[in-house]
């Protein structure tokens, strides 16, 4: 049998079980995914077993899209995984977004719902250690997990400060905080998907969105946020844990036009002041050798299994990734020199 027909066979024998999760302090039912890796596949090269891996979806982003990431975890790598919809979003609710207009970022998606799943995928695997990937939102609110002491190594996707100076399309981010107004009136939601930027979610998440655009510190802004985020120090003081930031030059949100386009990621990086995340800004040949796009989200898709396999290494036992690829010009220093400047509104 070739290793192609071996892998597919492999991620074929991946179980998944589609489940609610209660989330915290109100019992919402929060939709996951849970792929249990076959008896046969790959260990992690430590004595411990393969870690358990949570994914924070991008935002309006429907737990499917990472399905195939996800059989991979589970079935090469040995993972189990767990994939979520956000509340609002997919099968967490996105059939009742009048209901839930209040639903925000901050007190729902990132201090109620993550936290559930994280301690959910705690209590199946409570010998395993834990990896959290995020895109791009599910950057954003790892560090305000309520149990992010659970999570031993973090990998952080296009985790972009959408400060309206960093986007591709500026003056029509400055204009956000409006338009989310002016498309949700009438109808108790975000309608993102008339303006082709996500899914439908609910109005009090896109506020969160749109405020923050105007701030250079973004979601820092919120004065709760900035004190989790200076206290964020991947793993525990008992077990130290690591936390790297992956983008790429083709990400069709950020502004290129800069002299440094790596500021979109490296001025979020810069804002979890304790964290020593490394960030790598990559050409999208580092993750495929299709010549296809690499951008905001499609690193989770099939044609980037070359950086998947990169990424492999400290996925499993926190090594090095392995990009065949030097990182672009800019590099991770372009962070740490990073100025916020607050906007005036």
């Known amino acids: 049998m070739s290793s192609s027909a071996s892998s597919d066979k492999q991620l074929e024998l991946v179980k998944v079980s589609r489940i609610y999760v209660p989330a915290r302090k109100d019992n919402y039912p929060i939709a996951v995914a849970i792929y249990e890796p076959p008896p046969t596949a790959q260990s992690s090269a430590s004595a411990l077993p393969p870690p358990a891996v949570i994914i924070n979806s991008a935002t309006g982003c429907h737990r499917r899209f990472y399905d195939s990431f996800a059989r991979y975890l589970a079935g090469e790598l040995g993972c189990p995984t767990i994939t979520w919809d956000y509340r609002g979003v997919g099968d967490s609710g996105s059939d009742r977004l009048r209901e839930l207009s209040a639903v925000t970022i901050q007190d729902h998606w990132a201090t109620r719902d993550q936290p559930a799943v994280t301690a959910h995928l705690h209590d199946l695997y409570p010998d395993r250690e834990m990896v959290l990937f995020g895109n791009s939102v599910g950057c954003h609110i790892a560090p305000m997990n309520p149990e992010r002491d659970l999570i031993s190594r973090y990998i952080f996707v296009a985790g972009n400060n959408a400060y309206w100076r960093h986007h591709y399309q500026t003056w029509v981010t400055w204009f956000f905080p409006a338009g989310v107004e002016a498309f949700s009136f009438g109808r108790g939601y975000f309608p993102a998907s008339i303006v082709k930027l996500c899914d439908d979610i609910p109005l009090g998440a896109a506020r969160d969105w749109a405020r923050w655009t105007h701030n250079s510190i973004y979601c ?9 985020y200076d206290s964020f120090h991947p793993g525990t003081k008992e077990k130290p844990g690591a936390a790297i930031h992956v983008a790429f030059t083709d ?17 979020w990086t810069a804002l979890m002041t304790n964290a020593g995340v490394e960030l790598m800004f990559l050409d999208p040949s580092a993750a495929t050798d299709t010549g296809r796009a690499v951008g905001h989200l499609g690193f989770f898709r099939k044609h980037c299994r070359k950086g998947w396999d990169a990424l492999a290494p400290f996925i499993l036992d926190g090594k090095r990734p392995m990009f065949e690829e030097k990182p672009a010009t800019a590099t991770a220093t372009a962070a740490a020199a990073f100025k916020p400047i607050k906007a005036k509104l």
């Open 220 to 228: 820092t802004i919120e004065p709760h946020i900035k004190k989790v």
């Open 251 to 267: 990400d069709e949100l950020i502004n290129k036009k800069t002299p440094t386009p790596i500021d979109a990621f490296g001025s």
